[in-house]
């Protein structure tokens, strides 16, 4: 077993594989930029090593910086969480010859999969019903209408090296084309370093049902069921639940083997996600395989009372995977809300700026992966991602009510959070109904404000903070106070 | 003694009296609330009001407070100490009055050139920031008289990244 494990990510999910590394008494290293030297993720760890200034190819995409602090540390192991270098297969590679054990699938498996159209081809090959679109990268505009015009609008624009919703266009007609292409470009060249992008077919409503596998080194692979991940704003998931209200048992079981086949068809090894997209019509299309933990792990880590990190850890110090897929049942029904530093009265624009205050909601039930605390600074060079909060209940009515309850008891301030928003998500009809599709927030929270409730009470609140405040000698407001007109006049009588 | 605050644009007196030792009544408008508070941190209150309970959460927010109770949020400004705020405001349309971006971003794209014809919220520059594209448009009709990025550049909240000249008898407000 590994003596010490580096973990090459910041904020909430360095913070959580740090947590399972204490439980096995395994050493932890945090690494840091410039701008995280205060972070909480650094103050988890049993050491910290700085490696490099704030822009993420500086640090957190450096992988000299990176393998030399395993090595200075005498780290065995690096976990790399997800994003950064997580799907970066030359970096798994260079701990693969550095003899430091990468905790994730082999580098041929990344390599192979994250481009998404040889996952495509292997996928189709292993029989596992892919998404009708191209199977080949495409850099010309020209070629990239007439395939359009194959597969039938509307259609999406994909990165081919990419991910996590960045360099995704949707194009419903010829015209749009053109523009969307060159976007989408953009994006992907900024976010993967790749501009190459390839079409899919776009349905207009339809579910991302994706389904958590582990795979140990000796050929044995289990799916751990599925999580619903429709709610999503521009390509980006927001709230993720399991199980799915689409689910029928025997659909669950077809998906779990399609994902069993799509693992094996790849030689998949340690944790990975197989997202599928599912129609009206209960028919499911690979989408791609996340190589890595992903970030809504949590609420497979609830119904099925699994920890994956410690799975992720066991498999990659070589032990044999005991779970057996007729052991593995869901109990419950869990959600988890992504915080994000985001404004959603303006567009969700991110919110970076200090964290004045946080306050954490808990009780049974509820688990928040938090990546800050009260007086730090959300940075912007990063994911302004805050904490993710799960909740565990008997049935899916409790869950919504469990999760409305610790929103509300959520408290943040000094940067804005979409809080106010989710609630109004988690209590409308149409998510307590279950009729959940990629296109739910478009279609039923396009413009959202705040309401009003509670203004009297605001009102109070802001008079009896003033009442029992200390007394200070200054407002600080950071600027002069305006004077009032009599401090400024002088001495003066009527005549 | 009253406090003169600003709570969703609109303007609210709040009376404010002690009437024993534990307790404070508030008026406002015609509703009256008995209220007993304690203080549990900087940020955190609870209160008793009219009998009913509430844990209420206060921090800063530039010149006024950021509320917090149950989830809502609501910014409440004192228009007798109202501080400074160089910032532009945004208007009822959510548009800044500038081409200027919202945090620290990259220029991505520049859509237009000087002597283009745009319209009000036209698409005008294209930055990123965070890995994300946005578009910045244009707050009113007009003409463009400058462009003053180029595709590369580092731009912070404050500049002014496109200058437009507004449309003579157009969006009469004054600035």
Redesign the interface.
């Known amino acids: 077993m590994f003596k010490k494990i580096l973990v090459a990510n910041r904020g909430e999910i360095a913070r959580r594989i740090m947590s399972t590394c204490r439980e096995m008494g395994i050493a932890t290293v945090a690494v840091y930029s410039d701008a995280d030297s205060r972070a909480a993720h650094v103050l988890s760890a049993d050491e910290a090593v700085l490696i490099g200034g704030p822009e993420p190819s500086a640090s957190y995409l450096n992988m000299d910086a990176i393998i030399d602090a395993a090595r200075q540390t005498g780290s065995d192991a690096i976990h790399p969480g997800y994003g950064f270098l997580s799907e970066n297969a030359d970096f798994a590679r260079r701990c693969e010859q550095e003899s430091i054990t990468f905790i994730g699938p082999p580098s041929q498996v990344i390599q192979s999969l994250g481009d998404k159209i040889t996952a495509r081809t292997i996928m189709e090959k292993g029989g596992v019903p892919i998404a009708p679109g191209m199977t080949r990268p495409c850099r010309d505009l020209d070629e990239l209408a007439t395939e359009a015009e194959k597969i039938g609008y509307p259609i999406l624009i994909k990165a081919s090296a990419g991910g996590g919703g960045?360099g995704i266009r949707v194009v419903r007609q010829p015209p749009d084309l053109a523009e969307a292409f060159a976007?989408a470009v953009?994006?992907a060249e900024?976010?993967f370093g790749d501009g190459a992008v390839y079409l899919e077919k776009y349905f207009e409503t339809v579910r991302h049902v994706e389904i958590q596998i582990l795979a140990d080194r000796f050929g044995h692979v289990v799916h751990l069921l599925e999580r619903d991940c429709s709610i999503q704003r521009?390509h980006q998931k927001i709230i993720e639940e399991s199980p799915s209200t689409a689910l029928t048992p025997s659909l669950r079981t077809l998906m779990g083997e399609s994902a069993i086949a799509a693992a094996r068809a790849a030689g998949y090894v340690n944790a990975g996600t197989v997202e599928f997209l599912l129609t009206p019509d209960l028919s499911f299309y690979f989408l791609e395989v996340n190589a890595r933990l992903q970030v809504e792990h949590p609420v497979t880590e609830m119904i099925t009372g699994l920890d994956l990190v410690r799975h992720q850890i066991d498999i990659a110090a070589g032990r044999k995977l005991e779970l057996k897929q007729e052991d593995i049942a869901g109990q419950g029904h869990a959600i988890e809300c992504r915080i994000y530093a985001e404004d959603p009265e303006?567009?969700f624009?991110?919110s970076?700026g200090t964290l004045?205050?946080i306050?954490e909601p808990s009780g049974p039930g509820i688990r928040n992966d938090c990546g800050v605390y009260s007086g730090v600074d959300v940075p912007?060079?990063?994911?302004?991602i805050i904490s993710k909060l799960i909740v565990h209940d008997q049935t899916r009515d409790q869950a919504i009510e469990r999760m409305v309850k610790a929103?509300?008891?959520?408290?943040?301030?000094?940067v804005k959070t979409p809080?106010?928003f989710m609630?109004d998500v988690l209590e409308s009809e149409a998510f307590k109904g279950g009729e959940i599709f990629t296109h739910f927030i478009r279609t039923h929270f396009p413009d959202w404000k705040?309401?009003?409730?509670?203004?009297?009470?605001?009102?109070?609140?802001?008079?009896?903070?003033?009442?029992?405040e200390k007394p200070r000698t200054h407002?600080?407001?950071g600027?002069?106070?305006?004077p009032e007109p009599w401090e400024t006049l002088g001495s003066w009588r009527l005549a | 003694m009253d406090y003169h605050l600003k709570i969703n644009e609109e303007p609210v007196t709040v009376s404010v009296k002690k009437t024993d030792d534990q307790t404070t009544r508030l008026t406002i408008g015609d509703r009256v609330y008995d209220v007993a508070g304690s203080r549990l941190d900087r940020h955190h209150l609870h209160l008793r009001v009219n009998g009913k309970g509430v844990h209420v959460f206060v921090g800063p927010n530039g010149s006024g407070k950021h509320i917090v109770i149950q989830g809502g949020h609501h910014l409440v400004d004192d228009l007798d100490h109202p501080g400074l705020s160089g910032r532009s405001r945004k208007k009822a349309t959510g548009i800044p009055d500038t081409v200027t971006p919202p945090m620290p971003s990259v220029v991505a794209a520049v859509l237009v050139a000087p002597g283009d014809t745009v319209s009000k919220g036209q698409g005008v520059v294209v930055v990123s920031a965070m890995k994300m594209e946005t578009t910045l448009v244009a707050p009113y009709d007009g003409t463009v008289t400058g462009v003053t990025v180029a595709v590369g550049d580092k731009v912070n909240p404050g500049d002014v990244l496109v200058d437009i000249g507004r449309e003579a008898g157009m969006d009469g407000a004054v600035e």
């Open positions: 960045k976007s953009r994006e900024s976010a521009r303006n567009d624009f991110p970076p004045e205050y306050r912007v060079y990063y994911d302004p929103l509300k008891d959520y408290v943040i301030l000094g809080i106010p609630i705040p309401g009003e409730k509670n203004r009297d009470l605001a009102l109070i609140a802001w008079a009896m903070n003033e009442l029992t407002q600080n407001t600027a002069n106070p305006i």
